[in-house]
């Protein structure tokens, strides 16, 4: 029972900062000491409606990035998690050294050549940037759900005769399901999230970090729409990792 109310009381600490965001976005006039508004509209939710170019760029870059880091940081993970390399904390040195720099100083570093090849702006580009800050946190969490455990299991399933893609399916990707969930959905919150990065290599292409940030001195009902619209598909991915890291596959 008090873990149940405990439970309750952290949800409802979480909620009420989400409460004001909702209110604020629609308060066109909210002076203080009022605890309501004086004026409600519309402005600030008419505002996110604008920025619908900027949540989709975002929202495809999040997802392409967060499925090429997985992709690519799988095997990596699975060579880490197993420890078949003699020094493993030398590729953790490089894998990490992205993380060392902030994101606008990686990302400055990487326009030069972007410009180069025709990748500045671009969607590519963008995804290209965004990899190299995602995919550390995905090898890092991925590697956690690899080791002796699994490659005995999986070793079983060849003894019996399953194919590769057959021990993948029932094997492999059973035993890391919550391990991947989790995975990928840090690596779609960092994605999702990078202002950094985005303004460096997007050569003014709109995102909706880049486009949130200005309004938060400027014009606080316009930012409590634009967050609230940004609020929305992370708390979308962490319904969609929490079902899948308990949902069989």
């Known amino acids: 029972m008090i873990e149940r109310h405990a439970g309750r009381a952290v949800a409802l600490l979480f909620a009420l900062p989400i409460a004001a965001l909702v209110v604020r976005a629609v308060a066109d006039q909210w002076r203080a000491p009022a605890l309501v508004p004086q004026r409600l509209g519309l402005r600030g939710l008419d505002a996110a409606l604008e920025a619908g170019a900027a949540f989709a760029g975002s929202l495809a870059v999040a997802l392409v990035a967060t499925g090429a880091a997985i992709a690519i940081g799988w095997p990596a993970a699975r060579v880490l998690g197993e420890r078949r390399l003699r020094r493993p904390g030398l590729v953790f040195l490089l894998l990490a050294m992205p993380l060392l720099v902030t994101p606008y100083a990686t990302g400055a570093g990487l326009t030069e050549w972007f410009i180069r090849l025709g990748l500045a702006g671009t969607l590519p580009g963008l995804v290209l940037a965004h990899l190299v800050l995602v995919l550390p946190y995905v090898v890092v969490v991925l590697l956690s759900g690899f080791g002796a455990r699994v490659s005995e299991l999986e070793e079983m399933a060849r003894t019996f005769g399953a194919s590769p893609l057959r021990r ?66 992370a708390l979308v991915a962490l319904a969609v990792a929490t079902r899948a890291s308990r949902s069989p596959l």
């Open 168 to 233: 993948l399916a029932w094997v492999t990707l059973p035993s890391v399901r919550a391990t991947l969930a989790a995975a990928a959905l840090l690596g779609f919150l960092v994605s999702w999230s990078q202002y950094g990065s985005s303004l460096a290599v997007g050569a003014g292409r709109p995102m909706l970090p880049l486009v949130l940030l200005p309004f938060v001195r400027t014009d606080p009902q316009v930012a409590a729409a634009l967050a609230l619209l940004f609020l929305a598909p």
